[in-house]
């Protein structure tokens, strides 16, 4: 097995393989491309983000500056909007339903490094992914951790830190990120 298709599948890899680096060199040169594009180059953007991203979503707006590992591990289910200095670290999938808008300076983790020192000075790492539900609004500056689930229109607060799963239909704050309400339909 590879080491991307050990990272696919969530187990330990090692990500400075030959094939993971030229994947992630890719990755970094189409984004600092898309950085560079100015406001009204749109069309520019989309085919863009449609080369690098797993699946860009209909019409989704990423704002610049956005940084990725990989791209292709992340998949809009729809309309996405993404704010300014979003980081996607995608060594798992990160999957985003319909009508989610994301705030600014939002990051996406999906890498975990072991806690053993010994193991972390190897290089290996594991990874798992991040999936958030459609309808779901994410304040700025909020980080997402590995492993995290999102329901569908949850409302995560400005600068929190999303530790464990948040179910559908919520207020979520805080560090770490805890319910502070039901949302009526």
């Known amino acids: 097995m590879s080491e991307k298709e050990k990272m696919i599948s969530g187990e330990i890899y090692q990500p400075f ?10 990755a970094k ?14 069309d520019e953007k989309r085919e863009l983000l449609i080369s690098l991203l797993g699946n ?15 791209g292709y591990n992340i998949e809009f289910g729809g309309y996405v909007y993404v704010n300014h200095n979003s980081v996607f670290l ?6 985003i339903g319909d009508n989610t808008f994301i705030g600014p300076n939002c990051g996406f983790y999906t890498a975990i490094h072991p806690i053993k020192a010994e ?30 689930t999102i329901g569908d229109g949850a409302v995560i607060g400005a600068g929190s830190v999303v530790t464990k799963d948040i179910p559908a239909n919520v207020v979520a704050v805080g560090n770490p990120c805890k319910v502070i309400k039901e949302i009526e339909q």
């Open 17 to 26: 393989c030959e094939e993971l680096e030229t994947d992630r060199n890719r």
């Open 29 to 42: 040169k189409l984004c600092m491309q898309y950085n560079r594009f100015f406001p009204e180059q749109k």
């Open 56 to 70: 860009y979503g209909k019409d989704s707006v990423i704002e610049p500056n956005f940084f990725c590992d990989y």
């Open 90 to 95: 995608d060594c798992a999938k990160i999957k």
């Open 119 to 148: 193991e972390r000075n190897k290089g290996l790492e594991s990874a798992k992914p991040i999936t958030v539900g459609k309808n779901v609004w994410i304040g700025g500056g909020v980080t997402i951790l590995p492993g995290v």
